[in-house]
C-alpha cells in the first residue's frame, strides 16, 4: 500500500507502482468510441501514461492539456491520459480544450489498470478512483520513469518524466 495525500489527508492506494527497470503491467482500457486497448496496441513506442482521478478537476485538466502541448514534439512517442472518467466525459473535455494529441482512455469497465498499477485508492471519499501519477515506459516495455505525486492536489513532475523518455 501507498500513502498521498489529498488536501492534507491521507489516502491510501492498492500498492505501489511498478518498479523502474520491469516490464510494464499490460493493461486494458476504454477508448473514446468504447473500443478496447492494451499495451501491445502500442508496441514499439515509448510511452508516457498519465495518470489521474477524474478529467473534471483543475489539477487533472491541467495535467492533460500540459502532456498534449508537449505531446506534439515527441517522435514515436504516445501519451495516454488514464482516469476512471466515462469516455464521453473525456470526449467532451478534448473537444471542448482542442486536445488532440494525447489518447484518453478510461478504467472504468473493471479497474484492471488501476490494479494492475496499484494506482486505485481504497479509502476516503474518491476510493476506487486512480491517484495522480506518471509511468514512462520505453519502446521495449521496460519502465523507466515513475512518479505517484506525494499530493494529488498537485502537478506532476512534467520535465522529469520528459528528461526520463529523452534519456531513457
Given at each position: ?10 489516502m ?50 491541467t ?103 529523452q534519456?531513457?
Amino acid at each position: 500500500m501507498a500513502t498521498v495525500t489529498g488536501k492534507g489527508q491521507p489516502m491510501n492506494t492498492l500498492g505501489n507502482l511498478p518498479e523502474v527497470g520491469s516490464n510494464a503491467p499490460d493493461f486494458q482500457l476504454t477508448r473514446l468510441d468504447f473500443s478496447d486497448v492494451t499495451l501491445e496496441d502500442f508496441k514499439g513506442k515509448k510511452i508516457i501514461m498519465n495518470i489521474f482521478p477524474s478529467i473534471d478537476t483543475s489539477t487533472c485538466a491541467t495535467s492533460v492539456r500540459k502532456f498534449n502541448e508537449e505531446a506534439a514534439a515527441l517522435e514515436d512517442t504516445v501519451v495516454l491520459c488514464i482516469s476512471k472518467d466515462l469516455p464521453h466525459a473525456q470526449r467532451r473535455f478534448c473537444g471542448a480544450e482542442g486536445i488532440n494529441n494525447v489518447i484518453p482512455l478510461s478504467d472504468f469497465r473493471d479497474g484492471n489498470f488501476g490494479r494492475a498499477y496499484e494506482v486505485t485508492f481504497t479509502d476516503t471519499a474518491i476510493r476506487g478512483l486512480l491517484s495522480r501519477s506518471v509511468v514512462v515506459i520505453d519502446e521495449k516495455g521496460k519502465v523507466i520513469y515513475t512518479e505517484q505525486v506525494a499530493d494529488t492536489s498537485n502537478e506532476p513532475d512534467y520535465k522529469a518524466a520528459l528528461e526520463a523518455l529523452q534519456n531513457g
